[in-house]
């Protein structure tokens, strides 16, 4: 019977241990003791860097006088695209870069309505005297066309059909006179009623607007209500494009001097819409106007507006113009000069003469 003491079985399991490894690692046994030795190490040299790292309480929060541990910041959410935004972004792109022409185009033999209604309010104070006058009138004015030329210019025969108009000046009555009801007008409206349904002037004008030829008895005034056409540029053009028409006015000075102010009509096309080009003008006065009782004279000429012309019709389907000026001092200091107003023009098509048709651009 063999009895192994304690070292025996060391040396044995030993042996068994050079063996095995004998076998796996042909190695001397001093260097597997080194090598088993060196990974003991870096596990204890592990296990006491994680135990210096800072404990994190459940709330999240680091202890007291540990250092935080640094993390990577969480990126926000992709922001969600608005896809029709960029559409609507990218067609209004490509609408700017559009060219339009505006080019008048009538027909030969036919006869243009619109029904024009014009409200005015005239207030003049002088010292202690104050007096309004105010007027309306609802007229259908109408274009016969008489023919088209090889250039294209047309030429057309201008006139009123019918007028329905009051006026009133401070507290007296009014003065009413409507040409379809009235067979007998008051004398105050009777030279204007004289001239309904004649030609008050024949006009050659060309496609883009401009008047090439005007044959009238009548004085051709200036009223701020701008052209008979608005002259457009001869060229398409894109949305947000400006033009402006030259003007030349005249009026008196305190020292009854006759002063001539250079002035232009500004036109801008703001936007095209289902066919129908939306035109915005101005008129603006270039000669510095120092004078308050020449400013007093051109109240009336000072207008602004918005136009519609349909492209493929080839002409001015509705246009408002508005007025809404003052000067004080035009006459002593305590003299005070407003002057309110608004015209609109509406195109009749297909209507009976004077019906009250009502057109409405598409929206």
Known sequence: MNFYTPSSRVDDSVG??????????PIPLGGLVALLIGTLCLFLVSGIALAQ???????????????????????????????????????????????????????????LRWQVEHTATTKTHMAKDTEEMSSRSQSVRAWKVLNIDAKGNM???????????????????????????????????????????????????????QIVNRQSDLEAADFGMGEVLIPMPDKP??????WSVPKQFQA??????????????VYELQKVVDGQAYLTFKTEVLTPLDSEKARSQLLSKLSKG???????KGLIIQRTIEWNEKVQGFEGDDSLLQYIAKLNEKFLEGSAVGENTTLQPKR
Request: hydrophobic share 35%; net charge negative; proline share 8%.
């Open 306 to 312: 918005v136009a519609v012309f349909d492209l493929e």
């Open 155 to 209: 030429v057309f025969e201008h006139s009123i059909e019918s007028l329905n108009a009051w006026e009133k000046v401070g507290d007296t009555e009014p003065i009413a006179y409507n040409s379809q009801t009235d067979k007998t007008p008051p004398p105050y409206y009777q030279s204007t009623a004289e001239k309904l349904g004649r030609p008050l002037a024949t006009l050659t004008v060309a496609p883009t607007g």
């Open 53 to 111: 790292q800072p404990e994190v309480p459940s709330d999240g929060k680091a202890t007291q006088g540990a250092k935080p541990v640094e993390t990577e910041p969480v990126s926000p959410p992709a922001k969600e695209v608005d896809v029709d935004a960029l559409i609507n972004k990218a067609a209004n792109a490509a609408a700017a870069q559009q060219q339009y022409e505006l080019k008048y185009r009538f027909t030969k033999g036919s006869t």
């Open 16 to 25: 068994m241990i050079r063996a095995v490894f004998g076998q796996l690692f």
């Open 237 to 242: 053009i894109a949305i947000g494009h400006k």
């Open 252 to 265: 008196e000075n305190e020292d009854g001097e006759v002063m001539q102010y250079a002035a232009r009509v």
